[in-house]
């Protein structure tokens, strides 16, 4: 029989998936995901990511099923395991989204490409994001970009059936998900919290999302959904314009701004992610050669304290603590701890954003690195902004409510305290039960001091304005 492969990789969804849609033309269909070894094994993957994508398979699986198809799950390596199907079946077709990952899934791509090649297997590659493959010299990126974001949406049909489906409900994994707040994965959910955030979470999302304080609720949400493709960027482009002239029908207060903000949030989201689609080392190097060398040692005692929480300056640990419960903090909060690392601690970039990558549970390689690599100042681009940890407890959690919860040695500490608890005299710290350096750490590094050394090192090869925010 007239058979083809879908490769699902970080798509994990039918509606407006171009491949599903274009598989359905043949007799029988393979609906292949793939547990990659190489991938469990890496530094950035953890129990968490692995949990999301057993709920979104089982959400998919259940969604193929109606369709008339259904899953099969295979454990290994890319290409083999195609190979074995194609020993099995003999296909001549192969479908799947493009995908801009880290290098580990860039040459697993690579090695495909030359296994369908000789093996006669065509594989027919879709864009998913709005990234361009290749982006033309001098092109106009953004109005490709909004011509994709643009197009009708893809609706599901009926599917042919999947004479391997093999659905496991669970794939063990040598690791335990300590995420016991995170989201959960699956289209249906991804869905449910993009409605939940168009018709009432996201009235106030200018002007909350920069504060952990509401932040959680304000924003989206949607980026782990996006990271592993429970819904696609077009459907959530369009739905946000349907709703922007819904709220400018009605005159809804609040709304507009909000809805504009994360419209163009959402063409930030692709233009990083093609940085990474264009220059692939830039997940290990820098974006400008001439940084080579600037942190030239690594102080494992610092990367240990700021991994952990313990750095001394509450929002700091605040949100690291956050972090490694839920899978998720805002985006101000994520540049303050990466700005930390690199610029407070001095740390060489790359180990950080490692360690961040694996509790991210929305790690999505190309905003990652790149933003990662801007904080650091690095990337040789835009004017470099060193996170102030104390101007940032003033601006965005002025009582407290945010690092109380995450650090409740510091729960009866009166707010006044709060961005530097360190300066309480010993009768503060015994009236209100927080002795420095036993109940809560000193600080790791002087902020003054760390700020005006990391400002002079930056600026000596990048002339553009160093500030503090």
């Known amino acids: 029989m007239n058979t083809s492969v879908v490769w699902f990789k970080r798509d994990l969804r039918v509606h407006d998936h171009r491949p599903l849609f274009e598989a359905g033309n043949f007799d029988q269909v393979i609906y292949l995901y793939g547990f990659e070894t190489e991938v469990m094994e890496s530094r950035e993957y953890d129990a968490s990511h692995h949990g999301f994508i057993e709920e979104s398979l089982s959400q998919l699986h259940g969604l193929l099923k109606k369709q008339g198809g259904g899953l099969t799950v295979k454990i290994g390596k890319f290409p ?4 074995d199907l194609y020993q099995q079946l003999g296909f001549k077709h192969l479908f799947s989204h493009q995908e801009t990952g880290n290098m580990r899934t860039y040459q697993r791509d690579i090695r495909v490409a030359n296994w369908c090649r000789s093996e006669g297997v065509s594989w027919n590659e879709y864009p ?3 990234v361009t493959r290749p982006q033309k010299e001098g092109g106009d990126w953004s109005s490709l970009w909004s011509k994709f974001m643009n197009r009708r ?3 599901p049909r009926r ?5 391997l489906e093999n659905y496991p409900q669970t794939i063990p994994l ?3 998900d300590t995420k016991t707040r995170r989201q959960r994965g699956g289209e249906l959910r991804s869905i449910k919290t993009l409605e939940s955030f168009l018709n009432s979470r996201g009235e106030h999302y200018q002007k909350s999302m920069s504060t952990p304080v509401l932040a959680g609720n304000a924003c989206s949400r949607l980026s782990p959904h996006l990271a592993f493709g429970n819904i696609s960027l077009r459907r959530v482009y369009q739905r946000t314009r349907d709703q922007q002239a819904f709220v400018r029908h009605h005159r809804l207060p609040n709304w507009g701004v909000s809805l504009a903000s994360f419209q163009k949030r959402l063409n930030w989201h692709c233009h990083f992610i093609q940085k990474l689609e264009d220059a692939p080392q830039i997940e290990f190097d820098n974006f400008d050669f001439e940084y080579d060398g600037l942190r030239s040692s690594f102080n494992e005692h610092y ?11 509450p929002l700091i640990d605040a949100c690291m603590r956050c972090l490694l419960h839920t899978g998720w903090i805002n985006f101000r909060m994520r540049a303050m701890l990466a700005s930390f690392s690199a610029n407070h601690l001095w740390l060489h970039w790359r180990k950080p954003a490692v360690f961040l990558a694996r509790h991210f549970l929305d790690f999505e390689p190309g905003i990652h690195y ?8 690095t990337a040789g681009i835009n004017s470099m902004r060193i996170y102030s940890p104390i101007k940032q407890v003033k601006d965005q959690d002025p009582n407290g409510e945010f690092i109380k919860k995450w650090v409740p040695e510091l729960a009866s500490v009166p707010s006044e305290f709060l961005a530097e608890p360190h300066k309480m005299t010993i009768f503060d710290q015994m009236a209100y039960n927080c002795k420095i350096g036993r109940d809560y750490p000193k600080p790791v590094v002087d902020h003054e001091k760390a700020y005006k050394s990391a400002k002079e090192k930056l600026f ?6 160093v500030v503090q925010t």
Do not use: R
């Not at 000596?460 to 304005?465: A, D, E, T």
């Open 80 to 83: 083999q395991i195609l190979s």
């Open 128 to 130: 998913q994001f709005g």
């Open 153 to 155: 949406e893809i609706v």
């Open 159 to 163: 599917l042919p059936h999947n004479p």
């Open 174 to 176: 040598d690791q335990t």
């Open 303 to 313: 990367f240990s304290l700021w991994s952990k929480g313990e750095t001394g300056y």
């Open 370 to 377: 790149c933003q990662f690599q801007m904080h650091a100042g």
């Open 460 to 465: 000596g090869l990048n002339k553009k304005l």
